[in-house]
């Protein structure tokens, strides 16, 4: 039980006198008495305060947050407090725009001077394009999806094979990339490409390539590391540049754990808190992790509450070799986004067209939030249904 402290005496000894000022005083004239019943209503309040919480005592050394500080071990003893937000109901009521009268009559009484009003940013987020790329490779996905969302014809694939210097080739399915750019018809608008890689001769390679083409002046942005569930290092593989088949588990293979070297590890989440520059919505969230998505998914946070389209790989390696794809799907679903199986033109729908067995040696997942009704939902369903159609 709490001991009052020389300063609780002194505040409990203070209010009782206020209370002994108010009977003294009460008899006075009107003025006084209103102060009087004040000086009582805030002693009582104190009273009332300092009984029911209590003060501790000057000689308790027990302060469980700087015994934490002191003492890692004791950081678990500590509750997590859950960060509030708000749901997203339509239920919520609102007011409707103001009508002409309304905002005449709010003018009129505010005298707003726009003249003394400082301008607003230059640049609106929302109109800027942002793309992630994960486990971006030798950046060709990243190039195409930079010249499709800004419109920037700088961003050229047979410029980028070139500018590669021998890391191009095949894929890890022996595919050949395709040199073929889509058609810019709309103005260019700025924007961030954000090419993330963990595998250190393979950044090397395409950091020299963006360098020798001056992206990222153009908003090419490329960071060496690995995305995963948590933020720290990890070992990954240096062998060839443009290795593809390399996961965040593959330095416990003897045969490459001479050839590992420690690669910054960051959350998703953490990943667009440090770097992410633009705070508008991320267009496209490419991920390919090589048996790691969930990983990747499961450290998004409130990242995927402003993603408008992702992709992912599933296959039988990594984490997915004990986990389910109505698992992640089931997620996705409740952060909004409608999920589909991809092929060549074709799409087959995941979300709530659930299977018990739905394993798949190797498949790409695209997924579309919500949101996004009125364009590329639609667009995405109608292929569906296309695809059941032939």
């Given at each position: 039980?709490?001991?009052?402290t020389?300063?609780?005496?002194?505040?409990?000894?203070?209010?009782?006198?206020?209370?002994k000022?108010?009977?003294?005083?009460?008899?006075?004239?009107?003025?006084g008495?209103?102060?009087?019943?004040?000086?009582?209503?805030l002693?009582?309040?104190?009273?009332?305060?300092?009984f029911?919480?209590?003060?501790?005592s000057?000689?308790?050394?027990?302060?469980?947050?700087r015994?934490?500080?002191?003492?890692?071990?004791?950081?678990?003893?500590?509750?997590?407090?859950?960060?509030?937000?708000?749901?997203?109901?339509?239920?919520?009521?609102?007011?409707?725009?103001?009508?002409?009268?309304?905002?005449?009559?709010?003018?009129?009484?505010?005298?707003?001077?726009?003249?003394?009003?400082?301008?607003?940013?230059?640049?609106?987020?929302t109109?800027?394009?942002?793309?992630?790329?994960?486990?971006?490779?030798?950046?060709?996905?990243?190039?195409?999806?930079?010249?499709?969302?800004?419109?920037?014809?700088?961003f050229?694939?047979?410029?980028?094979?070139?500018?590669?210097?021998?890391?191009?080739g095949?894929?890890?399915?022996?595919?050949?990339?395709?040199?073929?750019?889509?058609?810019?018809?709309?103005?260019?608008?700025?924007?961030?490409?954000?090419?993330v890689?963990?595998?250190?001769?393979t950044?090397k390679?395409i950091?020299?390539?963006?360098?020798?083409?001056?992206?990222?002046?153009?908003?090419?942005?490329?960071?060496?590391?690995?995305?995963?569930?948590?933020?720290?290092?990890?070992?990954f593989?240096?062998?060839?540049?443009?290795?593809?088949n390399?996961?965040?588990?593959?330095?416990?293979?003897?045969?490459?754990?001479?050839?590992?070297?420690?690669?910054?590890m960051?959350?998703?989440?953490?990943?667009?808190?440090?770097?992410?520059?633009?705070?508008?919505?991320?267009?496209?969230l490419?991920?390919?992790?090589?048996?790691?998505?969930f990983?990747i998914?499961?450290?998004?946070?409130?990242?995927l509450?402003?993603?408008?389209?992702?992709?992912?790989?599933?296959h039988?390696?990594?984490?997915w070799?004990?986990?389910?794809?109505?698992?992640?799907?089931r997620?996705?679903?409740?952060k909004?986004?409608?999920?589909y199986?991809?092929?060549?033109?074709?799409?087959?729908r995941?979300?709530?067209?659930?299977?018990d067995?739905?394993?798949?040696?190797?498949?790409?997942?695209?997924?579309?939030?919500?949101?996004?009704?009125g364009?590329?939902?639609?667009?995405?369903?109608?292929?569906?249904?296309?695809?059941?159609?032939?």
């Amino acid at each position: 039980m709490h001991r009052p402290t020389q300063a609780a005496t002194h505040v409990h000894t203070q209010g009782l006198k206020s209370i002994k000022r108010w009977k003294k005083n009460r008899n006075k004239c009107s003025v006084g008495t209103s102060r009087a019943y004040l000086q009582m209503i805030l002693a009582i309040l104190i009273l009332i305060l300092l009984f029911s919480i209590g003060v501790p005592s000057q000689q308790s050394s027990y302060d469980p947050f700087r015994l934490a500080v002191e003492d890692p071990i004791q950081k678990a003893s500590i509750p997590t407090v859950n960060k509030y937000e708000h749901s997203n109901s339509p239920s919520h009521k609102r007011f409707g725009q103001c009508t002409s009268d309304q905002m005449n009559k709010i003018n009129a009484r505010l005298k707003f001077d726009n003249k003394k009003c400082r301008e607003g940013p230059e640049d609106d987020d929302t109109n800027s394009f942002l793309g992630i790329s994960i486990g971006c490779n030798k950046g060709y996905d990243a190039i195409k999806t930079a010249r499709m969302g800004m419109s920037n014809v700088d961003f050229d694939s047979k410029s980028w094979a070139s500018a590669l210097k021998g890391g191009g080739g095949t894929g890890a399915c022996n595919q050949k990339h395709l040199n073929v750019d889509s058609v810019v018809t709309k103005p260019a608008r700025k924007g961030e490409m954000h090419c993330v890689e963990p595998m250190p001769s393979t950044f090397k390679i395409i950091s020299e390539a963006s360098s020798s083409l001056g992206l990222e002046s153009k908003g090419f942005i490329l960071t060496h590391a690995a995305i995963s569930a948590s933020n720290g290092s990890i070992k990954f593989p240096n062998v060839k540049g443009g290795v593809e088949n390399l996961g965040l588990d593959s330095c416990k293979a003897k045969t490459l754990s001479k050839l590992c070297e420690d690669v910054p590890m960051y959350s998703l989440q953490t990943y667009v808190e440090k770097f992410v520059k633009g705070s508008g919505p991320i267009n496209i969230l490419q991920i390919d992790a090589e048996g790691f998505d969930f990983d990747i998914l499961f450290g998004a946070g409130s990242v995927l509450d402003r993603t408008q389209y992702l992709e992912f790989e599933y296959h039988q390696s990594g984490t997915w070799a004990n986990l389910h794809i109505n698992d992640a799907v089931r997620l996705l679903d409740g952060k909004g986004f409608n999920c589909y199986w991809t092929g060549k033109k074709q799409l087959w729908r995941i979300t709530d067209c659930y299977f018990d067995s739905m394993c798949r040696a190797w498949s790409n997942v695209a997924c579309v939030h919500r949101s996004q009704t009125g364009g590329l939902v639609e667009k995405m369903e109608n292929i569906f249904l296309d695809t059941l159609l032939h």
